[in-house]
T-cell receptor, first 111, second 114 residues
Framework: GDSVTQMEGPVTLSEEAFLTINCTYTATGYPSLFWYVQYPGEGLQLLLK?????DKGSNKGFEATYRKETTSFHLEKGSVQVSDSAVYFCALKAGTGKLIFGQGTTLQVKP | DAGVIQSPRHEVTEMGQEVTLRCKPISGHNSLFWYRQTMMRGLELLIYFNNNVPIDDSGMPEDRFSAKMPNASFSTLKIQPSEPRDSAVYFC????????????FGEGSWLTVV
């Protein structure tokens, strides 16, 4: 069945460091891919998305490119801030409409 | 625009009691999802509806859990009887049709069963 695998956390970085959170997926067909972010005590918010191969989603300095050949959707940011500390979830949505999440990666950014 | 609205935000109940969680999806959305989040198991899809019809309930843990969507603007998730292991955050989410449509989440119902 469809699935999403993320790198294990927590990821701890200093402010202004470069961030990569790896995400790979397994799916039949051509899913859409998403990154959601969850700040402490809050619900999930959409961060960015890509709906077809080679699309790049971007928002708030974060980027991810839909790579069909490597079945990946890695999240990157050039310079993280303390306020980026949160849990990041990679997810795929297949034609059935189901949204399937990875296990989440906790990011801690230290000043 | 109003987002997905869930109630209650927080509930503490005793083991054996019935718990009802409520959700109002975004107007015009025809898919609704119930997720459960715990530290141990992460985010699990419990059930989802399309046009008020349950499409996939394979994630519902057991018969103590039931979900309904009597109309396009309201859904409930009921646990009867509740157990301490049901303690979790329950999220409701909604979206339009199609794989490219974003799923929007409510703020969650934080359930503690003691």
């Amino acid at each position: 069945g469809d699935s999403v695998t993320q790198m294990e956390g927590p990821v701890t970085l200093s402010e202004e460091a470069f961030l990569t959170i790896n995400c790979t997926y397994t799916a039949t067909g051509y899913p859409s891919l998403f990154w959601y972010v969850q700040y402490p005590g809050e619900g999930l918010q959409l961060l960015l998305k890509a709906t077809k191969a080679d699309d790049k989603g971007s928002n708030k300095g974060f980027e991810a490119t839909y790579r069909k050949e490597t079945t990946s959707f890695h999240l990157e940011k050039g310079s993280v801030q303390v306020s980026d500390s949160a849990v990041y979830f990679c997810a795929l949505k297949a034609g059935t409409g189901k949204l399937i999440f990875g296990q989440g990666t906790t990011l801690q950014v230290k000043p | 625009d109003a987002g997905v609205i869930q109630s209650p935000r927080h509930e503490v109940t005793e083991m054996g009691q019935e718990v009802t969680l409520r959700c109002k999806p975004i107007s015009g959305h025809n898919s609704l999802f119930w997720y459960r989040q715990t530290m141990m198991r992460g985010l699990e899809l419990l059930i989802y509806f399309n046009n008020n019809v349950p499409i996939d309930d394979s994630g519902m843990p057991e018969d103590r859990f039931s979900a309904k969507m009597p109309n396009a603007s309201f859904s409930t998730l009921k646990i009867q009887p509740s157990e301490p292991r049901d303690s979790a955050v329950y999220f409701c989410a909604s979206s339009g049709d199609g794989s490219g449509n974003t799923i929007y989440f409510g703020e969650g119902s934080w359930l503690t069963v003691v």
